[in-house]
């Protein structure tokens, strides 16, 4: 079965300093990935995802991940963070197979922004 | 404007009694899914329905029930049943070729 882990449930930046979240997942075949945000007592958003091709992918609000095959990783960056930024950050796979549709989501990471 | 609803936004229920949580989508997706987020432990998935009249077991259906009567509405009823409801409850839904997911506002419910 296909899990998710995100190794930081809290990370706290400067407001205009670098971001990256990571994330690391367990999967059999070619994954189909996903980065959502969610901000306090809402709906997730989805910033971006990866299917194949390019392994460098664009998102929106300035957010970009690289798929590694060879370390299993999707990790979100971002180069310069906002104070809006601030919120709760979720990788997800899709499964294949039987379970077809299904997302298997991480644990999720908190942002704080300093200003 | 497309989108999913969710209602209320704000649930309160005394123990031992069910509820249903409302869910409806207008952007003509065939798959629909209900996830309970708890904090610190991510969505986990409740059930999925991918067509009319059918929907399959997630990872935590226990006390837990659905129906798929209508394309557009997926409602969840959390039974007496379910041990400790107290959660925020999120709706999803999907076409069946990318699975990207678009989420509705959620809905929180608290058993007192």
């Known amino acids: 079965a296909q899990s998710v882990t995100q190794p930081d449930i809290h990370i706290t930046v400067s407001e205009g300093a670098s971001l990256e979240l990571r994330c690391n997942y367990s999967y059999g075949a070619t994954p189909y990935l996903f980065w959502y945000v969610q901000s306090p007592g809402q709906g997730l958003q989805l910033l971006l995802k990866y299917f194949s091709g390019d392994t460098l992918v664009q998102g929106i609000k300035g957010f970009e991940a690289e798929f590694k095959r060879s370390q299993s990783s999707f990790n979100l960056r971002k180069p310069s963070v906002h104070w809006s930024d601030a919120a709760e950050y979720f990788c997800a796979v899709r499964a294949g197979g039987t379970s077809y549709g299904k997302l298997t989501f991480g644990q999720g990471t908190i942002l704080t922004v300093h200003p | 404007d497309g989108g999913i609803t969710q209602s209320p936004k704000y649930l309160f229920r005394k123990e031992g009694q069910n509820v249903t949580l409302s869910c409806e989508q207008n952007?003509?997706?065939?798959?629909m899914y209900w996830y309970r987020q708890d904090p610190g432990q991510g969505l986990r998935l409740i059930y999925y329905s991918q067509i009319v009249n059918d929907f399959q077991k997630g990872d935590i259906a226990e006390g837990y029930s659905v129906s798929r009567e209508k394309k557009e509405s997926f409602p969840l009823t959390v039974t007496s049943a379910q041990k400790n409801p107290t959660a925020f409850y999120l709706c999803?839904?999907?076409?069946?070729?990318?699975?990207?997911?678009?989420f509705g506002p959620g809905t929180r419910l608290t058993v007192l």
């Open positions: 952007l003509n997706h065939d798959a």
């Open positions: 999803a839904s999907s076409t069946l070729v990318d699975n990207e997911q678009f």
